[in-house]
């Protein structure tokens, strides 16, 4: 059964980091582009960013440019998210996903 589970999520202050992680088991990891989506109270989930196989090339969402980081370890089975300069609008369950399978979801709590 394929699993992914996150961690790294919990309460911050404005402008702190966070690192998010999320292991994959029982999937073909490393052929795959890997996803972090996140879905704030009464919103629609939206994407935040992807890298593809091998790593070389990732996208984000917008307002997220220059403060996170997606990237991989493909030995390790998991793909992380680095975020910096935290804002209160980032709060939010941080999902990862591939190709059709959900995690968990970790909640991020950035206050003012």
């Known amino acids: 059964e394929v699993q992914l589970v996150e961690s790294g999520g919990g309460l911050v202050q404005l402008g702190e980091s966070l690192t998010l992680s999320c292991k994959v088991s029982?999937?073909?990891?490393?052929?795959?582009?890997a996803y972090w989506y996140r879905q704030a109270p009464g919103k629609e989930r939206e994407q935040v960013a992807f890298?593809?196989?091998?790593?070389?090339?990732?996208k984000y969402l917008e307002s997220v440019k220059g403060r996170f980081t997606i990237s991989r370890d493909d030995a390790k089975s998991t793909v992380y998210l680095q975020m910096n300069s935290l804002k209160p609008e980032d709060t939010a369950v941080y999902f990862c996903?591939?190709?059709?399978?959900w995690g968990q979801g970790t909640q991020v709590t950035v206050s003012s």
């Open positions: 996903y591939v190709p059709i399978h």
């Open positions: 029982d999937f073909p990891f490393s052929s795959y582009t």
């Open positions: 890298v593809n196989p091998g790593g070389a090339h990732t």
